[in-house]
């Protein structure tokens, strides 16, 4: 069976409101996940839109992630 993933890559946009300004742990409930784009444009103009209206939340991050298939396991 062939993956319909397989050679594709997709793009999501994840972060949320961090405990501090270390940005190494998301206070519980906050977590956003948006996408999948099928493009790297595609997130980053999500990621703008959102990040414009969060502007003000000094601890408030969002990172554009490239996903891609795990390799297969014989």
Known sequence: MTDP???REIWVVWGG???????????PGTEELLGPFHSAQAAEKA??????RMVDIASHRLFVLRAMPAPRVP
């Open 47 to 52: 990621w703008l839109e959102r990040m414009r």
């Open 5 to 7: 993933l397989e050679n």
């Open 17 to 27: 409101i961090f405990r501090d300004t270390s940005f190494q742990e998301l206070e």
